[in-house]
């Protein structure tokens, strides 16, 4: 253990666009043959192949001036790119979510965000690819219950931005399009068995499995972050207790150091809050560890401890060639990734672990808008699978 891509959407009505699939020959009079490949229409990217990506991209040629509009509908940003088929933006903004407004606001602010960047990009957009957070059903395109979203509860997000906007749009969980992303474009490129944890102000997480995105039979699959590991560990948001969310996310970073000095530890934290403990942030927690802190140091050990107990079960599940940590809390760097990969090299056998790469993730902040491109280069490759061998 160490610590793909190309047009719009189909605009067929319905549920179920997304989700045809095909096993197809792809020719083109100007490339050679390449192997039959399996392909999924939701964001099932097909197995990775340089000769099939290179010979999609001769045969879409008249699609290079493709563009598309990427979103990544956070609960305090609404960020909105245009970009071409190889991730280059052609512009970006940024806005706060008016959270506190409620959720018809929060729609309007996010149509009309897309919309100032569509118009201020002056290029053709073929589509719109959103990610946003979970739970949500990628089948009909509906955000079901978003805890950072008030308001939104069984909201039908695509069929609104396609009757608003008049642009066939796409759908996806963030954090299952971070996977995507990383394959895509990061730190797992090539690799066909993949976990990726996004560790911040929550824990999320996406599966791929034999170059497939695991979402389930409803799209919730790979909600890594409510796997409890700790039977009568703290309450969680979702109803459970002993979330590995509860334990090693960027907030329980704070508590647990919050709770260290409250039962008497030593630390800088202290002077670094203005004694307000209450204002303890996971970022405050990872500076004073990197000073040579030693209660701070302990909490990141044990948080390390604690995600390194559940990518053991995940390692166990999945059987994965990488595994990749992205978040706010990942930047830590030695500080989490260490007593990650000590706690899972004690808790299973060699023979699970010796071929498993713990690295972090490469495309930063970035990674849900570049999710939603590669969510839309996935469904275009099925599209063009299809297409090509007719």
């Not at 959270?99 to 919309?115: D, F, M």
């Not at 053709?124 to 395109?141: K, N």
């Not at 978003?146 to 308001?151: K, R, S, V, Y």
């Not at 303890?280 to 390194?308: C, N, P, W």
Request: charged share 15%; proline share 6%; net charge negative.
């Amino acid at each position: 253990m160490s610590t793909s891509r190309p047009s719009a959407a189909s605009t067929t009505s319905g549920k179920e666009r997304y989700w045809s699939s095909s096993r197809a020959m792809v020719t083109c009079s100007s490339c050679p043959t390449i192997p039959p490949l399996h392909s999924c229409q939701l964001c099932l990217a097909m197995v990775y192949s340089p000769a099939y990506d290179s010979q999609l991209r001769c045969c879409m040629s008249a699609d290079a001036d493709t563009y598309v509009a990427l979103v990544d509908l956070g609960g305090s940003q609404i960020r909105v790119a245009i970009s071409d088929l190889e991730g280059h933006f052609a512009v970006r903004i940024s806005r706060p979510t008016p959270s506190r407004e409620g959720g018809e606001a929060i729609l309007e602010a996010l149509i009309t965000a897309i919309q100032d960047t569509i118009s201020t990009a002056r290029v053709p957009v073929a589509a719109i690819a959103i990610a946003a957070p979970g739970p949500l059903d990628p089948r009909r395109g509906i955000v079901a219950r978003a805890p950072n979203l008030p308001g939104w509860t069984d909201v039908p997000l695509v069929h609104i931005m396609e009757e608003r906007l008049g642009l066939p749009t796409l759908l996806g969980n963030d954090a299952n399009l971070a996977a995507l992303a990383e394959r895509e474009f990061g730190a797992a490129r090539g690799h066909q068995d993949v976990i990726y944890l996004t560790i911040s102000t929550g824990i999320g997480g996406g599966v791929i499995t034999d170059g497939v995105l695991l979402v389930g039979s409803h799209g919730y699959a790979a909600e890594l972050g409510h796997n409890s590991i700790m039977a009568d560990g703290p309450l969680c948001a979702c109803g459970n207790r002993g979330c590995v969310e509860t334990l090693a996310s960027g907030p329980a970073i704070a508590r647990q150091a919050r709770e260290a000095i409250a039962a008497g530890g030593v630390s800088q934290l202290v002077g670094m809050c203005g004694g307000d403990l209450s204002a303890i942030t996971a970022k405050m927690v990872t500076e004073a560890a990197e000073q040579g802190d030693e209660l701070a140091r302990q909490v990141f050990r044990k948080a390390g401890e604690y995600l390194g107990v559940a990518i053991t079960n995940f390692l166990y599940t999945f059987d994965p060639t990488i595994v990749v940590l992205g978040g706010g809390v990942s930047k830590a760097g030695p500080l989490l990734f260490e007593p990650v990969l000590a706690t899972v090299q004690a808790r299973i056998p060699r023979a699970y672990w010796e071929h498993v790469r713990i690295v972090p993730a490469a495309l930063g902040d970035d990674v849900s808008l570049m999710g939603a491109l590669a969510l839309y280069l996935s469904q275009e490759r099925a599209r063009a699978d299809t297409r090509y061998t007719k």
